[in-house]
Structure formats: structure tokens, C-alpha cells
């Protein structure tokens, strides 16, 4: 699983299942001792010692983060027809649901009551709020930095050097040059370039294959996507095996039609079939 794909809202349903956890071992009620009496000896349930109460709010509040939180890293997996993220989020509605109305039927309510209630609030919010608030749809994890590039003779390169080398000054995917940069090894002023016709009248050297099928021309590159996007296997298959996730750099390795091959951080290759707006490093 990666997991530089998780958002922040993803970190909010986790702290929240944490918080429930513990509430599960506080006691569900407050005792109210008589004048007089010592009510030091006596114990408040908690959660483990109602097995329907503890299933129904604590397990499948806990189960429902733990089911977003996988379904975020592993794209596709389904349960009863309905993605794991999905699956999740309905547990942990399910969860606030149970919470709210036991609370209302308690008579006094405890400490662990209370906050497994806004423990079971935060996460059914963040659950259901996370694909629609731009905030909570951010990486948790900061895209890591790119590897060096090397230079010649073993001796690291400088920063922002090396095709494809993300913060280096190149354009977006699929974008047009502004001004034409010499590359080593080009024309000099005054010589024929590729493709273009000498001054003699003989025809220079032919140009780089334009038909976007990338052939022995291509270079792999980094690049970043804007939003998340899936991404399928390599033989054509319907279901997405990763998903890549926005502010992390990924590796293009081969251009295919339209799409790129792209590869992750655990070494899984797969086609990114829409590469609108994604950022060339």
C-alpha cells in the first residue's frame, strides 16, 4: 500500500478511530453515590462489557476507518459490489448512528460515551466530507525529493539538472516550447538543423518521430498529476490497480498511445490513460 496516496482527510479518520479506541475502555455512565455512601468500589461498564454496544459503535466505527484508509491505497477492491473506501464510509455513518441514539437513551451519560459520540462524529464527517472539501482532498504526506541526478564520472549533479529531473525549468506534457533551447550536440547558427533542408539544397538529417507513439525517441520523466487519478494495468484491464495521488512525483517510463506508462514508488507499472493538466518535472 502507499502511503504518500492517503489525504489529510484520511488522517483525520484515523485519529479518529484512535480516539474511539480509547473511549471504548472509559465508562459508558456516570454513577450518582447517595449523601453519605461510598461509591469508591463501584465500576462503571465500558464498552467491552456490552458486546452489542461495543460491535455496533466501537468495531465498526474502527473497521469503517480502517476499510477507507486501505481502499485509499489499494484503488479497486471491492466488497458486496461497493469499494472498500465506500464500504468504510457506510460503517462509519452506521456507527454515528448507533452512537447518537444510545446516547440519547442513556440516563447519564459517561466519559466514554460522550467521547466515543464525537469520536464517531469527526470520523463520519471526515469519511463523507473528504472527497468534497478541496483542504481535506490534499496529501497527508509531502511529495519526497527527487533522486540526484548524476553527472558524468560519478560526480553528483546539480539540482533541477537532467531530463525530467522534477523543479527542472521544462514544459507541461503536451505543451508547445516558448523559445527554442540549442541542445548539445544541435545546428549551429548558419547549419541545416534536423529535417530541414541545407543550403544546397540537400535534405539534412530526418526528424524525430512526431506521431506521439514516442518509439526510441522517448525518455522517461517525473511527473505529477493534479488530482487523483487512477491508473489500469498495462494489458488492458478495466480495474485500476493504484491510484496516483496528487503532490507526489511519479516516473513516466513509455508513452502508449494517448497515455503514459507510469510507474509508482513500490515498483507497480501501470497506464495512466488521462494525462490532462499533469505537471512535467
Not at 53 to 78: E, Q
Not at 84 to 103: D, H, N
Not at 137 to 152: D, F, R, T, W
Not at 267 to 272: A, C, I, M, P, S
Request: glycine share 18%; with cysteine.
Amino acid at each position: 500500500m502507499n502511503i504518500r496516496s492517503l489525504t489529510r482527510g484520511d488522517g483525520v479518520v484515523i485519529g479518529a478511530a484512535v480516539v474511539l479506541f480509547i473511549a471504548s475502555f472509559l465508562g459508558l455512565s456516570s454513577i450518582d453515590c447517595p449523601q453519605g455512601v461510598d461509591c469508591s468500589g463501584i465500576d462503571s461498564p465500558n464498552a467491552w462489557d456490552l458486546l452489542g454496544l461495543l460491535m455496533s459503535m466501537f468495531v465498526t466505527g474502527i473497521i469503517g476507518a480502517g476499510l477507507i484508509v486501505v481502499g485509499r491505497g489499494m484503488p479497486g477492491r471491492k466488497v458486496a459490489g461497493l469499494d472498500l473506501g465506500q464500504f468504510g464510509v457506510a460503517l462509519t455513518v452506521f456507527a454515528l448512528w448507533t452512537a447518537f441514539w444510545t446516547i440519547i437513551d442513556a440516563d447519564n451519560a459517561g466519559a466514554g460515551m460522550i467521547l466515543g459520540l464525537l469520536a464517531t462524529i469527526v470520523l463520519a464527517a471526515g469519511a463523507v466530507a473528504t472527497p468534497l472539501v478541496p483542504a481535506l482532498k490534499a496529501p497527508l504526506v509531502g511529495a519526497p525529493k527527487p533522486p540526484q541526478v548524476a553527472s558524468p564520472y560519478g560526480q553528483p549533479g546539480h539540482p533541477g539538472q537532467g531530463y525530467g529531473y522534477p523543479g527542472a525549468q521544462q514544459q507541461p506534457y503536451g505543451g508547445q516550447p516558448g523559445q527554442p533551447q540549442p541542445a548539445f550536440g544541435g545546428a549551429q547558427p548558419g547549419q541545416p538543423g534536423p529535417g530541414q533542408p541545407s543550403q544546397g539544397g540537400q535534405p539534412g538529417a530526418p526528424g524525430p518521430k512526431q506521431d506521439g507513439s514516442g518509439g526510441g525517441n522517448f525518455e522517461p520523466f517525473w511527473f505529477a498529476v493534479p488530482v487523483a487519478r487512477p491508473l489500469y494495468g498495462e494489458d488492458g484491464s478495466p480495474s485500476p490497480i493504484a491510484e496516483l495521488a496528487p503532490g507526489t512525483w511519479y516516473l513516466a517510463v513509455e508513452q502508449r498511445g494517448p497515455g503514459l506508462i507510469a510507474q509508482t514508488q513500490d515498483g507497480r507499472r501501470g497506464l495512466l490513460q488521462d494525462t490532462s493538466g499533469i505537471q512535467r518535472g
